[in-house]
């Protein structure tokens, strides 16, 4: 067994938006904290709907403002559309939700990531945890190389065990050109869980210049929007607009 030379508190196995808040969140209660994730270039990706909130989620997002997350405020600083749903209905289920440009929240997670004292980030592909008479010691990489903590928490997303579909064709995969993550899903279900299957689908992506947009509903942000972090101030970019169509049998 290769130790790495540092024990941590806990470690935080992906680096998707749950990873970013668990790992900030360690750090930022005085933990020891290492992020690890199979590409630190995807840290915070946004590979499906470019947009933050929504129906419920926007609730959970306000939560984890709330509590200190960092969600929220990168929302705000990657922001190019606002809206409020549900605005029928009465204010307790009212939910914000912004677009936002997928690289600039990737890039502002990343750097408030990278800052963040008392955390870590390793470039690693988690092949099992590490299990000392019967507690969490730890979790080792695909060269065998360990790296030891008090706590492991696994937000690893559609990695484990990972099965695309585009059109007939399926494919292993955690994300379309990322690899799949089948040996710690294997070694999970030898410690004793058991694992299920979740599916998400993601839109086609569409080249400007070949839509006719005369055919869509223009939607605009909101005039005066509210920002989503209660300790933002002021709306950072430029406001897009966004086109609605719909789709029938023919």
């Known amino acids: 067994m290769k130790l790495y030379s540092k024990n941590y508190d806990i470690i935080v196995v992906g680096a998707g938006h749950a990873g970013c808040e668990a790992a900030l969140a360690s750090a930022r209660m005085g933990c ?3 992020l690890v994730a199979i590409d630190l270039d995807k840290l915070a990706a946004m590979p499906c709907s470019p947009s933050i909130g929504g129906m419920a989620k926007g609730q959970l ?9 960092e969600m929220a405020r990168v929302s705000d600083k990657s922001a190019i559309q606002y809206r409020t749903l549900n605005t029928k209905k009465g204010p307790a289920v009212h939910s914000s939700r912004t677009q936002n440009d997928k690289l600039r929240y990737h890039t502002v997670m990343k750097a408030v990531v990278e800052k963040q004292p008392l955390l870590d980030l390793k470039q690693v ?6 299990v000392e008479n019967g507690k969490i010691a730890g979790i080792m990489d695909y060269t065998g190389f360990c790296y030891m903590a008090k706590v492991v928490v696994l937000a690893t997303g559609t990695f484990l065990s990972g099965l695309i579909h585009i059109g007939s064709n399926s494919m292993k995969a955690g994300r379309a050109g990322e690899f799949a993550s089948y040996s710690l899903a294997q070694n ?22 070949s839509i006719d947009f005369t055919v869509f509903s223009r939607q605009d942000s909101e005039p005066n929007p509210t920002p989503f972090s209660f300790f933002t101030n002021n709306i950072l970019l430029p406001q897009v607009p966004s086109y609605m169509g719909h789709t029938s049998v023919n």
């Open 61 to 69: 997002v306000k939560e984890i403002d709330a509590l200190g997350g």
């Open 32 to 34: 020891n904290t290492l």
């Open 125 to 130: 592909f988690v092949e099992r945890l590490i």
């Open 188 to 209: 999970l279900k030898e410690i004793g869980f058991n694992l299920g299957r979740m599916k998400t689908g993601t839109p086609p992506r569409l080249h400007k210049s």
